[in-house]
């Protein structure tokens, strides 16, 4: 984990947040005061951890959570009161959000660290997978779309159009999906 969000406004707690966010060896650590100065900033910039220490001076900071949680692939801890506690986590969890009571201990937080940096992981595990599947997936229509031109204008088998691909991208050094494209470019260029 890279990098991380303190909104908090609480100078107290956004100094023993970023103690404890460095030792956890998070290197890009940025606070602000306010939801709206948050919002402003994400515009810009994706975080790794957003944490959100309600209240905020503009807004509690739950809907906050709840947007940073749906919009990003990134971990959120929200810190609320505990009498807050059970009410805030059970509209929460379901979107992922961590919640943690305060006062907190620093155990607490950093037991709630340790499990967001390994959510953090897997949750770009699986991102880095999926966009991974859906690229093998437009490759693969690209592909079948040039292989559909060869056999229209060629009067080749779907066997030997395939073929004449995979030779071709062997031969030249480059995918089958470049040789997809270069063919989608030479026969489909006059057609639109």
């Not at 947040?17 to 948050?38: D, F, R």
């Not at 900071?61 to 959120?76: F, K, Q, Y």
């Not at 009067?155 to 050094?173: N, P, Q, V």
Request: aromatic residues 6%; hydrophobic residues 45%.
């Amino acid at each position: 984990m890279d990098s991380a969000l303190i909104i908090s406004n609480s100078k107290k707690v956004t100094e023993s947040l970023t103690e404890m966010l460095a030792q956890a060896s998070v290197t890009n650590i940025v606070t602000v005061s306010s939801g709206g100065e948050a919002r402003r900033l994400m515009i810009e910039k994706d975080f790794d951890l957003y944490i959100v220490n309600t209240p905020l001076p503009d807004e509690f900071g739950e809907s906050l959570a709840l947007n940073i949680a749906s919009d990003r692939i990134s971990v959120v801890i929200l810190i609320v009161k505990v009498e807050l506690y059970d009410e805030v986590t059970e509209r929460v969890e379901d979107y992922g959000v961590i919640t943690v009571a305060k006062p907190m201990s620093r155990a607490l937080f950093w037991n709630a660290l340790k499990l967001a940096i390994a959510a953090h992981k897997k949750i770009k595990a699986l991102h880095d997978e999926n966009t991974k599947l859906i690229q093998k997936m437009e490759d693969i229509k690209v592909i079948e779309k040039a292989k559909y031109i060869l056999i229209s204008f060629l009067s080749l088998t779907e066997s030997e159009a395939h073929r004449y691909i995979e030779k071709k991208a062997m031969d030249m050094r480059i995918t089958r999906r470049k040789v997809a494209e270069e063919i989608l470019k030479m026969y489909c260029s006059g057609m639109v």
